[in-house]
């Protein structure tokens, strides 16, 4: 498998832009997590879905942040308007059952100007 | 609410010393601790996974050790390597479903050649 994809790598955008960073779960997980880590308040929790509903968002910052599952193989994370203070990294993260090992993704750095 | 604290943050070493790697956490009450790699811009790496019923988990150069009670677990790195060089994260997940993995901040490891 080729583990937990996230796209893009890195984004750059203005203040004001809608952001959409893409993750593809490793198949057969049934759970999937989608985490933010700064250096001032390390790896949170934004929020977490299992076979694709979700059931925890109350990590999410406001409501420019959003989240869809509409499969099993793909989830998005959306900010609009986005902000400076949204710069960070985006982790995707899957594993099989609650509890259980978590794989990351490498990660999609934003930077809004 | 569960607090998951990590001393050092950093720690510098020569190659071939071991060393052990500290978490804390303030509720006992766990399912399962687990400890991460992280390397500079890259995605978090599962090492090793406690269940709160183990004492420990060893996996080649690495051993892992829980003591529910106290609220501590220990990572030992064995000849330690500078390819060992990254942020080494413990995670804590709590019994109660729905409840996920709080991080502690990472210790921030150098082994020197």
């Known amino acids: 498998d080729a583990g937990v994809i996230q796209s893009p790598r890195h984004e750059v955008t203005e203040m004001g832009q809608e952001v959409t960073l893409r993750c593809k779960p490793i198949?057969?997980?049934?759970?999937l997590f989608w985490y933010r880590q700064t250096m001032m308040r390390g790896l949170e929790l934004l929020i977490y879905?299992?076979?694709?509903?979700?059931?925890?968002d109350s990590g999410m910052p406001e409501d420019r942040f959003s989240a869809k599952m509409p499969n099993a193989s793909f989830s998005t994370l959306k900010i609009q308007p986005s902000e400076p203070r949204d710069s960070a990294v985006y982790f995707c993260a899957s594993s099989f059952s609650q509890g259980r090992e978590l794989f990351f993704g490498e990660g999609s750095r934003l930077t809004v100007l | 609410k569960q607090e998951v604290t990590q001393i050092p943050a950093a720690l510098s070493v020569p190659e071939g010393e071991n060393l052990v790697l500290n978490c804390s956490f303030t509720?006992?009450?766990?399912?399962?601790l687990q400890w991460f790699r992280q390397d500079p811009g890259k995605g978090l790496t599962s090492l090793l996974l406690?269940?709160?019923?183990?004492r420990e988990q060893t996996s080649g150069r690495l051993n892992a050790s829980l003591d529910k009670s106290s609220g501590r677990s220990t990572l030992y790195i064995a000849a330690s390597q500078p390819g060992d060089s990254a942020t080494y994260l413990c995670?804590?997940?709590?019994?109660?479903?729905?409840?996920?993995?709080?991080f502690g901040p990472g210790t921030r490891l150098s082994v020197l050649p």
């Open positions: 406690i269940q709160s019923s183990q």
């Open positions: 509720d006992s009450a766990i399912y399962n």
């Open positions: 995670a804590v997940k709590g019994q109660d479903y729905g409840q996920n993995f709080v």
């Open positions: 879905f299992n076979n694709n509903v979700p059931i925890d």
């Open positions: 198949s057969g997980h049934d759970y």
